[in-house]
C-alpha cells in the first residue's frame, strides 16, 4: 500500500486549501482513509476520515464545519476540503490507511502512512 498526499502549501487566514491523497495497493473498497496533523512538541491528532466502502465519515471538533472529507473510489483518491482556515490549522497533514471498516481518528489503528505535507495558514 502507498499514499501520495498533494494539496498543500501557504494561505491566507480565511482561505481555502484542497489536500489529496492517492491511494495505491488496495483491490476494493473495503478500507478507510484517515488525514492527520502534527505540529512539532505536539502528538499527531486525527482530523478526518472516510470509509470508502460506504461513506461513512468523522471529524475532530476543531475542523467541523470547515473540513470537509470526500472520496472518488474509482481513482481511489480522498480529499480533504479544508475551507475557513485559521493558523491553528498549521501543520504537516499526513493521509494514512487501514483495512479497518469503520471512520476512525484512533491513531494506532492505522498501519500504513504518506509522507506528509506541510499547510500555513498566514496572519
Known amino acids: 500500500v502507498q499514499l501520495v498526499e498533494s494539496g498543500g502549501g501557504l494561505v491566507q487566514v480565511g482561505g481555502s486549501l484542497r489536500l489529496s491523497c492517492a491511494a495505491s495497493?488496495?483491490?476494493?473498497?473495503?478500507?478507510?482513509i484517515g488525514w492527520f496533523r502534527q505540529v512539532p512538541g505536539k502528538e499527531r491528532e486525527g482530523v478526518s476520515s472516510?470509509?470508502?466502502?460506504?461513506?461513512?465519515?468523522k471529524y475532530a471538533d476543531s475542523v467541523k464545519g470547515r473540513f470537509t472529507i470526500s472520496s472518488d473510489n474509482a481513482k481511489r483518491t480522498v480529499y480533504l476540503q479544508m475551507n475557513t482556515l485559521k493558523p491553528e490549522d498549521t501543520a504537516v497533514y499526513y493521509c494514512?490507511?487501514?483495512?479497518?471498516?469503520?471512520?476512525?481518528?484512533?491513531?494506532?489503528?492505522?498501519?500504513?502512512w504518506g509522507q506528509g505535507l506541510q499547510v500555513t495558514v498566514s496572519s
Open positions: 495497493g488496495f483491490t476494493s473498497d473495503d478500507y478507510t
Open positions: 494514512a490507511a487501514t483495512w479497518g471498516l469503520v471512520a476512525t481518528l484512533w491513531k494506532p489503528e492505522y498501519d500504513y
Open positions: 472516510i470509509t470508502l466502502s460506504d461513506g461513512d465519515t
